[in-house]
């Protein structure tokens, strides 16, 4: 079983709907990873999260460390919110390393 | 411009001819590391490196050599390249895992 897991692993939505990606882990953490994989293939970092939830935007990400659980939501959904959204952790007894879940693929059409 | 830079951007070798992926960053960042993403498997460490003259393996180190000799560079080494190490590769800076990772834009490795 892997140590992150996201769900769902595909996501179809319509503009403007609300999105929710959820990532469960299953070691004692020291941080968690929201990242954004654009189309092109590119990366980059959303949110770092250690505890409650932080807001940027649209984008709003939650982590409950006594669930071990975060979410990932996206009000207004747009097109170009269109890519593949990772979960990562830092495992708190290890904190040289990520650990990644295989990503969300979310598509919103117009 | 804060970045992170890799190259090549894509490169298609054969099995078993030395290759090297260079990873530089302008962000005096302590920590660096190199992932690799395959289709199903997601992102996976290969290498990662807390400073200068210190690294240490990831979850995927087997074919792979890293070095850090200067704060801003971390190549990655393929000595002996096999078709299994057909991936895109990331390299990532920080000032620690846990801050803020910024990524490279990746290098497409194709090993015929």
Known sequence: KNEVEQSPQNLT??????????CSYSVGISALHWLQQH?????????MLSSGKKKHGRLIATINIQEKHSSLHITA??????????CA??????????IFGTGTRLQVFP | EA??????????????????VT????????YMSWYRQDPGLGLRQIYYSMNVEVTDKGDVPEGYKVSRKEKRNFPLILESPSPN???????????????????????RLTVT
Do not use: W
């Open chain 2, 85 to 107: 190490q057909t991936s895109l590769y990331f390299c990532a800076s920080s000032p620690l895992p846990t801050y803020e990772q910024y990524f490279g834009p990746g290098t």
């Open chain 2, 23 to 30: 990873c530089s960053q302008n962000m005096n960042h302590e």
């Open chain 2, 3 to 20: 970045q992170v830079t890799q190259n090549p951007r894509y490169l298609i070798t054969v099995t078993g001819k030395k290759l090297t």
């Open chain 1, 89 to 98: 952790v830092v495992r708190a007894y290890n904190t040289d390393k990520l």
């Open chain 1, 13 to 22: 939505a319509q503009e403007g709907e609300f999105i929710t990606i959820n």
């Open chain 1, 39 to 47: 189309p092109g293939g590119g990366i980059v970092s959303l949110f």
């Open chain 1, 77 to 86: 959904s747009h097109p170009r919110d269109s890519a593949v959204y990772i």
